[in-house]
């Protein structure tokens, strides 16, 4: 963990960049490897073909990003990466944002860790010996 899941409007696919916000999106998590095990980041992007957004009367946009993470990190540590996080998505998107309606969109999801199950071999690779 964490899990980081990108919803956009395929009206935007050609200027959004999305691989390089996913690596833009990761390394705010790795930088943060105290709090958010490097081997557990994941993120992905869903190009959403099928949406309305407000009236449907014009071509507007939207980025959604959903980060889920496990519990048991404090307030202020989640506060401060989801700030980052966001301003970072805010940044990558000013251009686009600037020329046409946008709407972006972060929301934290944390969960007990009673809910999930993991099998993941990835994180020996980042274990100090």
Same mark, same amino acid.
């Given at each position: 963990m964490p899990h980081i899941i990108i919803e956009y409007t395929d009206n935007i696919k050609s200027e959004a960049d999305i691989s390089n916000l996913l690596k833009k999106i990761n390394h705010v998590f790795t930088t943060r490897s105290h709090l958010f095990p490097?081997?557990?980041?994941?993120?992905? %992007?869903?190009?959403?073909?099928?949406?309305?957004? %407000?009236?449907?009367?014009?071509?507007d946009a939207f980025v959604h990003v959903t980060v889920k993470i496990g519990a048991g990190r404090s307030v202020?540590?989640?506060?401060?990466?989801?700030?980052?996080?966001f301003e970072v998505?805010?940044?990558?998107?000013?251009d686009l944002y600037t020329k046409r309606y946008l709407a972006l969109s972060l929301e934290l999801v944390e969960f007990?860790? %009673?809910?999930?199950?993991?099998?993941?071999n990835i994180h020996k690779r980042f274990k100090k010996s």
């Amino acid at each position: 963990m964490p899990h980081i899941i990108i919803e956009y409007t395929d009206n935007i696919k050609s200027e959004a960049d999305i691989s390089n916000l996913l690596k833009k999106i990761n390394h705010v998590f790795t930088t943060r490897s105290h709090l958010f095990p490097i081997g557990g980041v994941r993120s992905r %992007a869903i190009e959403l073909h099928d949406y309305c957004v %407000a009236d449907g009367t014009q071509d507007d946009a939207f980025v959604h990003v959903t980060v889920k993470i496990g519990a048991g990190r404090s307030v202020e540590d989640k506060k401060e990466t989801c700030d980052t996080l966001f301003e970072v998505i805010k940044d990558h998107f000013f251009d686009l944002y600037t020329k046409r309606y946008l709407a972006l969109s972060l929301e934290l999801v944390e969960f007990s860790e %009673a809910g999930t199950y993991k099998h993941n071999n990835i994180h020996k690779r980042f274990k100090k010996s």
